[in-house]
Nanobody, 115 residues
Framework: QVQLVESGGGLVRPGEVARLSCVAP??????VAWYRQPPGKQRELCAQSQQRGARTRYGAVAKGRFTLARDDDGGRASLRMDNLGPDDTAVYYCQVITDDGQEYWGQGTQVTVAS
């Protein structure tokens, strides 16, 4: 089973920036999204890009602080998160969906916001 490869998590201080990356080896994707799952909570949407060139949809948790970028030719995507706070502590997941509806997920990367 192909999985996406995520990187960029770790410990971040409040107010700082975190950048997550996702590589989709050998996958031509249409939709790319980032989700997160805080401790004890359900998975929630951070950002979603339905297709190249389309406007990105951001979840309520983004609050104007997140930026999704996609590099379709390179088979990768990223999520930049500004002004992080303790409530942003979560496992972050990358998801891609191909034209024929196949869905792939990353293994998750932990982001912990603490001083």
């Amino acid at each position: 089973q192909v999985q996406l490869v995520e990187s960029g998590g770790g410990l971040v201080r409040p107010g700082e920036v975190a950048r997550l990356s996702c590589v989709a080896p050998g996958i031509t994707f249409r939709t790319v999204a980032w989700y997160r799952q805080p401790p004890g909570k359900q998975r929630e949407l951070c950002a979603q890009s339905q297709q190249r060139g389309a406007r990105t949809r951001y979840g309520a948790v983004a609050k104007g602080r997140f930026t999704l970028a996609r590099d379709d030719d390179g088979g990768r995507a990223s999520l930049r998160m500004d002004n992080l706070g303790p409530d942003d502590t979560a496992v972050y997941y990358c998801q891609v969906i191909t034209d024929d509806g196949q869905e792939y997920w990353g293994q998750g990367t932990q982001v912990t916001v603490a001083s």
